[in-house]
């Protein structure tokens, strides 16, 4: 006889209300959740709005509830959820005071934790870890997190498994293209720069993305360079940031262009108008916006301190430097001019590693084998 399809609850803290990289995750989960277990499957989402997943493609309203910020409604309708589900799937740390309270009313349940990057680096008080050590299985986006949460927080590695992040299904096909006219008038860039992209939010509080550090690399690899470079950062920033990355810029002589908020149906056309990818990060839970990248054709950058190397997978996808050396920056840079074709990924391979699939049928097995 054929095991009943588990009932399943996912309780997120929001994921159509905000376009950040644990957002995606949850998009992506949501959608994977749904295709293995069905109307089986339950969303929560704590501050979200219904209309926010209005039209959405990943996952059904049917099977989908928003509490609009409502804290305390979110956290009794999922423990009310919980006491007749068999597996219950948190999408962050915050919200493990919710599953203890689950598994404490329903002891057979299955509990199982996302976690994503510094969120669970830091420590933690004694009653969070203690939740945490409660969890039958924690599911980390990338080798680095997961050794985290073993060595800082003491968790147990049997317990502790790595599910790398995915590449949207429903993203634009790369096709090739042109640097894209309007951009270039847009942003006063001619078709023979050298342009570099990273994809971050600005603020004082972000600068272990590495941005200022590119900067510096630039501002040492432009006497070498004929063609004039230029770093392109998209994404909101503070004016407090804006200020400081033009006098970092003006005193390194160097061109910086910053874009504001990209929504994701233009970054297709962003990706196009650079030449590469760069992100030297230090505190990286994994880096969507790598494989995004790659996906559009553009080589990458990354640091090989934090879960931005499993995105640059070991070094074979890209090119991993020590976020903390200029000089190792630069020359990475230098040898992506010199031949950006060697260090494009090629596309099979990079939906073999990254790929939906690929991600639903690891999430599936992960599930099924607690």
Not at 35 to 59: C, R, W
Not at 182 to 187: K, T
Request: with cysteine.
């Amino acid at each position: 006889m054929l095991n009943p399809t588990p009932s399943v609850l996912f309780f997120t803290l929001k994921i159509f209300s905000a376009t950040g990289g644990i957002e995606k995750v949850c998009k992506l989960a949501g959608k994977a959740l749904y295709e293995i277990y069905g109307n089986n499957l339950e969303v929560f989402s704590m501050h979200d709005e219904t209309q926010d997943a209005k039209d959405n493609p990943y996952v059904p309203q049917k099977i989908y509830h928003a509490f609009a910020g409502n804290k305390i409604m979110a956290s009794l309708k999922a423990i009310a959820a919980g006491r007749k589900k068999n597996i219950v799937i948190l999408s962050h740390i915050n919200l493990l005071t919710v599953g203890g309270i689950i598994k404490k009313i329903n002891p057979k349940v299955k509990l199982i934790l996302f976690t994503h990057g510094i969120e669970v680096w830091q420590p933690m008080s004694r009653k969070r870890k203690r939740l945490l050590h409660g969890c039958d299985r924690v599911i980390s986006v990338s080798h680095f997190t997961r050794q985290k949460l073993i060595d800082v927080q003491g968790a147990d590695a049997a317990k502790c498994v790595v599910l790398n992040n995915c590449l949207d299904p429903f993203l634009a096909r790369p096709t090739p293209m042109q640097k894209p006219a309007d951009l270039l008038r847009q942003y006063k860039l001619e078709k023979t720069d050298i342009i570099l992209m990273t994809l971050t939010r600005l603020a004082i509080t972000e600068r272990h993305k590495g941005y200022d550090k590119v900067i510096l690399a630039i501002q040492s690899l432009q006497k070498k360079q004929q063609q004039r470079i230029v770093y392109l950062i998209a994404g909101k920033y503070t004016e407090d940031e804006k200020k400081h990355i033009f006098q970092l810029a003006e005193n390194a002589m160097v061109s910086v262009v910053l874009t504001g908020f990209i929504d994701d149906h233009e970054l297709p056309r962003y990706f196009a108008l650079a030449d590469m990818y760069i992100m030297p990060s230090k505190k990286e839970g994994f880096g969507i916006t790598f494989i995004e990248a790659m996906y559009y054709g553009l080589p990458v950058i990354g640091g090989n301190a934090d879960g931005s190397i499993d995105a640059l997978d070991n070094g074979n996808f890209g090119l991993p430097v020590n976020p903390d050396s200029i000089t190792e920056i630069e020359n990475a840079i230098e040898i992506m001019i010199q031949n950006r074709a060697a260090y494009q990924v090629d596309g099979e391979k990079l939906l073999k590693k990254f790929g939906f699939e690929t991600y639903k049928e690891k999430l599936g097995k992960l599930l099924m084998n607690i």
